[in-house]
C-alpha cells in the first residue's frame, strides 16, 4: 500500500470538547449549542445541524479515500485510528451527525470524548468488547438492568470472561471479589430497578488502590451506567469514574422517538471504540442522532427539573398511601441513602437532583401477595389511566409504568430477583411531563379500585 501521509495535526486528534471557549457558558446552555464552530461540519449557514442522510460520500480522489481509510488501517493492538477525520467515506466508518451529538454528549458529562451506538446495550457490550479479552474478568453489582445482567451471564462467559456478582455497597465483600484478572468495576446508581445508591467515589477509591500495584497494561477500569440520572442530575466522570456508559433511548431523547448508547471516557480510548464500532458495526443512524441532538439534549435540563418536581409530589403522595408497603426515591427525606442521593445526584448548578424514577411496593405479607397486587394495579392502570402508559422505557415526557420482575429484569430467576433485593411486587415509575395532579389522580383510582 503507498503510503499515505495523515495530513496536518488539526484533525489528526480525538475531540477536545471540554477545553473549548464556549466552556465559559452554562453547561445547560451548551446543551443546547454544543460546538458551535465544529470542525466536523461546516453549517454555518443553518440555525439548526442539517440532518445529513448519506451512506457513503463523494470522493474526489483515490489518494483521499484512502486518507480516509488508512485512520482505521491498525490492528487493535496499535490502537492508531486517530479518529475525527474531516475526511467522510461510508457512514459506519464516521458521519457528521452523530459525531456533532458525540460532542455535545462529551460535553454534558463532562468528559474529553464521547461514541455513540445504536442502543444502550450496543455501548455497554462494546466497552466490554474493548476493555476486556478472555480470561478477564468483570466484578459487578448484583443488579442491573436485566439486558445488561443477560449479556454478563449469557454472552461473556462464552468468551471466557467471568462475572463476579457482589453488592457495591457493601465494601469488604467487593474486596473479596477482586481479583488480579479483574478489569472492569461495573455498576449502575441509581441501580435499575430498585433505585438504591452506589458511592461513585468509594468504588472509585477501590480501583485506585488496587491500580497503584498493578502495570498499566493491568489496570482495573470503572464504568457507571448513567441512564436514570442522565448527565443533568449526575457526572460520574467529574467523580473519578473511567468510564460511562448510557442508553440515549432514555431521558437524553426524552421523547421516546429514537434509540441511541454512548460510551463517555477518556481521550486514549477513543481510538479503540471506534475502531470497535466500525468493525462490529453497531453505528447510531444519523436519522436517530439528529432527533437527539436537535430536540433531546437540548431540552433535557428543562425537561428534567420539570419532571423531578412532579416525580418528588407523586412520591410524597405514594408514600403517605396506606395500601403502599414502600417507595424508593431519593428525593423523600425517608430514602435511606439520601445523604450520598445528595452529595452525588446534583445538577449543573450543584443542586439536589433526585431523578425523574421511583420503586414502590404494594402492601402485602408474602411475596406472592405483593406481586399478585402489582400485577393487578398495573393492570388497572394499563387499560384505565389517562396519564400513565404501561410500557418499559423510562425517562419519557409521557409517564409509563412497569412491573420490573415480570418484563425488565425477568432474565433474572424469580429466586435470585429476591435474594438480591428485587421485589416481586415492585413497581417502576418514570414520570414524565404531565401535571403531577394528573398522575396522582390515576394512581388513587388504581390504589381505590385494586388495592
Ligand atoms: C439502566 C439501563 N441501561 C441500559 C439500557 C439499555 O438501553 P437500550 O434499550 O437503549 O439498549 C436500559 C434500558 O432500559 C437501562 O434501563
Request: hydrophobic share 40%; with cysteine; aromatic share 10%.
Amino acid at each position: 500500500m503507498p503510503k499515505i501521509s495523515l495530513g496536518k495535526k488539526k484533525w489528526n486528534k480525538a475531540p477536545q470538547a471540554t477545553k473549548q471557549r464556549t466552556s465559559n457558558y452554562a453547561a445547560e446552555t451548551r446543551l443546547i449549542y454544543g460546538q458551535p464552530f465544529t470542525p466536523v461540519w461546516d453549517y454555518s449557514h443553518h440555525v439548526v445541524p442539517p440532518l445529513s442522510s448519506s451512506a457513503t460520500f463523494r470522493l474526489d480522489s483515490t489518494k483521499r479515500g484512502a486518507k480516509g481509510f488508512v485512520e482505521f488501517a491498525h490492528t487493535a493492538e496499535d490502537f492508531q485510528v486517530h479518529s475525527k477525520a474531516p475526511i467522510y467515506i461510508y457512514d459506519r466508518l464516521g458521519e457528521p451527525n452523530k459525531e456533532i451529538l458525540e460532542e455535545n454528549l462529551a460535553i454534558a458529562e463532562q468528559g474529553e470524548c464521547a461514541a455513540t451506538f445504536t442502543t444502550g446495550m450496543a455501548a455497554i457490550s462494546a466497552l466490554c468488547g474493548v476493555l476486556l479479552g478472555s480470561g478477564s474478568e468483570i466484578v459487578a453489582h448484583h443488579v442491573l438492568y436485566g439486558c445488561t445482567y443477560s449479556l454478563f451471564t449469557n454472552w461473556l462467559p462464552r468468551y471466557k470472561i467471568k462475572v463476579t456478582w457482589v453488592d457495591f455497597n457493601d465494601a469488604k465483600a467487593l474486596e473479596r471479589a477482586i481479583s488480579p484478572h479483574t478489569k472492569l468495576l461495573y455498576f449502575e446508581t441509581p441501580v435499575n430497578p430498585t433505585m438504591e445508591i452506589i458511592d461513585i467515589q468509594k468504588i472509585v477509591a477501590v480501583a485506585r488502590k488496587h491500580n497503584a500495584q498493578r502495570s498499566k497494561a493491568h489496570r482495573m477500569y470503572t464504568a457507571v451506567d448513567n441512564t436514570f440520572a442522565t448527565p443533568f442530575c449526575q457526572r460520574p466522570l467529574e467523580l473519578g469514574v473511567d468510564f460511562v456508559v448510557e442508553s440515549l433511548t432514555k431521558g437524553i431523547c426524552g421523547f421516546g422517538t429514537d434509540m441511541g448508547g454512548v460510551i463517555i471516557g477518556p481521550r486514549w480510548s477513543y481510538d479503540q471504540i471506534v475502531l470497535y464500532r466500525k468493525d462490529f458495526g453497531g453505528v447510531l443512524p444519523a436519522k436517530s442522532a439528529w432527533p437527539i441532538l436537535v430536540y433531546g439534549l437540548p431540552s433535557l435540563a428543562v425537561r428534567f427539573r420539570q419532571q423531578i418536581e412532579t416525580a418528588q409530589k407523586v412520591a410524597e403522595f405514594l408514600e403517605k398511601d396506606k395500601r403502599i408497603q414502600f417507595v424508593r426515591y431519593p428525593g423523600l427525606d425517608s430514602f435511606e441513602q439520601r445523604t450520598l442521593a445528595k452529595k452525588q445526584m446534583q445538577n449543573y448548578d450543584g443542586e439536589f437532583s433526585p431523578g425523574t424514577i421511583l420503586y414502590f411496593v404494594p402492601k402485602g405479607k408474602t411475596p406472592d401477595e405483593r406481586h399478585r397486587k402489582a400485577e393487578k394495579m398495573v393492570n388497572f392502570i394499563a387499560t384505565k389511566s389517562y396519564t400513565i402508559t404501561l410500557a418499559v422505557s423510562l425517562g419519557n415526557i409521557r409517564t409509563l409504568i412497569e412491573h420490573p420482575a415480570s418484563m425488565t429484569h425477568s432474565s433474572i430467576t424469580a429466586e435470585e430477583q429476591l435474594r438480591r433485593g428485587i421485589d416481586p411486587g415492585g413497581i417502576r415509575l418514570s414520570i414524565g411531563l404531565e401535571k403531577a395532579e394528573d398522575i396522582i389522580h390515576d394512581l388513587k383510582k388504581a390504589l381505590e379500585k385494586i388495592l
